[in-house]
């Protein structure tokens, strides 16, 4: 049982449970986990919900250009200008 196998369960079975149990297991240091449940989230465009995602992981790992991307675009649909 892993951060990375729980991971891709959660992409598996399209369940965001999964990316919680990997956050979880990783001691809140696995980015990939909750990159994958933001950009969950952002493909439902559940918008306000990736946002908190996308900056936990971002600073743990900060280097996935289509992370911030993503989370730029959350930020204009939500019109979060803070983030």
Same mark, same amino acid.
């Given at each position: 049982?892993?951060?990375?196998? !729980?991971? *891709?369960?959660?992409?598996?079975?399209?369940?965001?449970?999964?990316?919680e149990a990997?956050?979880? =297991? +990783?001691?809140? +240091?696995?980015?990939?986990?909750?990159?994958?449940?933001?950009?969950?989230?952002?493909?439902?465009? =559940?918008?306000?919900?990736? *946002?908190?995602?996308y900056l936990?992981? !971002?600073a743990i790992?900060?280097?996935?250009?289509?992370?911030?991307?993503? !989370?730029?675009?959350?930020?204009?649909?939500? =019109?979060?200008? =803070?983030?």
């Open positions: 049982r892993t951060p990375y196998m !729980l991971t *891709i369960m959660g992409w598996l079975n399209k369940d965001p449970s999964w990316y990997a956050w979880e =297991e +990783s001691n809140h +240091s696995f980015a990939m986990a909750r990159r994958w449940h933001a950009g969950y989230h952002f493909g439902k465009k =559940e918008f306000t919900e990736c *946002i908190p995602l936990e992981a !971002l790992s900060p280097m996935y250009p289509d992370s911030w991307f993503k !989370l730029g675009c959350a930020a204009m649909r939500t =019109e979060n200008w =803070e983030v």
